[in-house]
C-alpha cells in the first residue's frame, strides 16, 4: 500500500465504495501492554473477517495513523475511526486529513495538551457521524486517575466529542473500553450498533 499518497486523492475515494469497509482502533496510552484496545481489535478482526476491513494503532503513532487513514478512504472504503483516551486525540488528527468523510467514536476520549492548545481537537469537517461514549464510575480505580491526569495538563474532552451527534452516558471505569463500546444510550443503540450500519451514515460527497 502507498501510504504517500496526497490528502487530495481522497477525493475520489467516496464516488462508489467498491471495497468492504475498514475500522481504525487507536489505543489510548499503555495500550501496547494492557491490550484493551489492541484485544477487542483482534477479536472484531475475526468477527468480521471478509466482511470488513480492522486495522489496529497505538496513540503515538499520529503520522501512520493519517496516513493509513488517507489510503483506506482512497481506496473507496467507508472508514471509522475509533480511540479511547488519548486515541481518540489520535483519530481526530487522522480525520483532519481526510477529504471523504469518515465515522468517529471516541471512547472516554481525553484530548493532548499540544492538541488543545493548537485546536487540532476541533471537529473535522470530515466527520459525518460522531460518538462520544463517556465514563463516569461511582467508584473509581487507577485507571480513572490516569484519566484525570490527563485533564488536569489541559487537555480535557476533545472539542470534536463535545460536539458529538451521539452521546452515550455509562458508568464504567476508563480502563473498559469493551464495556463502553457495547453500553446502550439513551436511544438503546450502543456505539456497536452505531458502528454496525455506519456506512449508510455517510454522505456520497466530498468535504472541506
Given at each position: 500500500?502507498?501510504?504517500?499518497?496526497?490528502?487530495?486523492?481522497?477525493?475520489?475515494a467516496?464516488?462508489?465504495?467498491?471495497?468492504?469497509?475498514?475500522?481504525?482502533?487507536?489505543?489510548?496510552?499503555?495500550?501496547?501492554?494492557?491490550?484493551?484496545?489492541?484485544?477487542?481489535?483482534?477479536?472484531?478482526?475475526?468477527?468480521?473477517?471478509?466482511?470488513?476491513?480492522?486495522?489496529?494503532?497505538?496513540?503515538?503513532?499520529?503520522?501512520?495513523?493519517?496516513?493509513?487513514?488517507?489510503?483506506?478512504?482512497?481506496?473507496?472504503?467507508?472508514?471509522?475511526?475509533?480511540?479511547?483516551?488519548?486515541?481518540?486525540?489520535?483519530?481526530?488528527?487522522?480525520?483532519?486529513?481526510?477529504?471523504?468523510?469518515?465515522?468517529?467514536i471516541?471512547a472516554?476520549?481525553?484530548?493532548?495538551?499540544l492538541?488543545?492548545?493548537?485546536?487540532?481537537?476541533?471537529?473535522?469537517?470530515?466527520?459525518?457521524?460522531?460518538?462520544?461514549?463517556?465514563?463516569?464510575p461511582?467508584?473509581?480505580?487507577?485507571?480513572?486517575?490516569?484519566?484525570?491526569?490527563?485533564?488536569?495538563?489541559?487537555?480535557?474532552?476533545?472539542?470534536?466529542?463535545?460536539?458529538a451527534d451521539?452521546r452515550?452516558?455509562?458508568?464504567?471505569?476508563?480502563?473498559?473500553?469493551?464495556?463502553?463500546?457495547?453500553?446502550?444510550?439513551?436511544?438503546?443503540?450502543?456505539?456497536?450498533?452505531?458502528?454496525?450500519?455506519?456506512?449508510?451514515?455517510?454522505?456520497?460527497?466530498?468535504?472541506?
Open positions: 500500500m502507498n501510504l504517500m499518497r496526497s490528502k487530495r486523492s481522497t477525493a475520489s467516496i464516488a462508489t465504495p467498491s471495497k468492504p469497509p475498514a475500522e481504525l482502533y487507536i489505543g489510548g496510552a499503555g495500550d501496547e501492554s494492557s491490550r484493551l484496545v489492541l484485544s477487542y481489535a483482534e477479536a472484531r478482526r475475526q468477527q468480521v473477517r471478509g466482511k470488513r476491513d480492522v486495522h489496529y494503532l497505538p496513540h503515538w503513532k499520529i503520522t501512520v495513523a493519517q496516513r493509513l487513514a488517507m489510503e483506506l478512504a482512497a481506496e473507496g472504503r467507508p472508514l471509522a475511526l475509533i480511540g479511547h483516551s488519548w486515541g481518540a486525540d489520535t483519530v481526530v488528527r487522522a480525520a483532519k486529513m481526510l477529504v471523504a468523510q469518515a465515522f468517529l471516541g472516554d476520549p481525553v484530548a493532548k495538551p492538541t488543545r492548545l493548537t485546536a487540532r481537537d476541533d471537529r473535522p469537517a470530515s466527520a459525518a457521524q460522531v460518538v462520544h461514549v463517556d465514563a463516569v461511582s467508584a473509581y480505580d487507577r485507571s480513572d486517575l490516569v484519566k484525570a491526569a490527563g485533564f488536569f495538563t489541559g487537555g480535557g474532552v476533545p472539542r470534536a466529542f463535545q460536539m451521539t452515550i452516558d455509562t458508568a464504567l471505569n476508563h480502563w473498559n473500553f469493551r464495556g463502553m463500546m457495547e453500553a446502550r444510550g439513551a436511544d438503546g443503540q450502543s456505539a456497536e450498533d452505531w458502528l454496525a450500519g455506519f456506512p449508510d451514515l455517510l454522505l456520497s460527497r466530498t468535504v472541506g
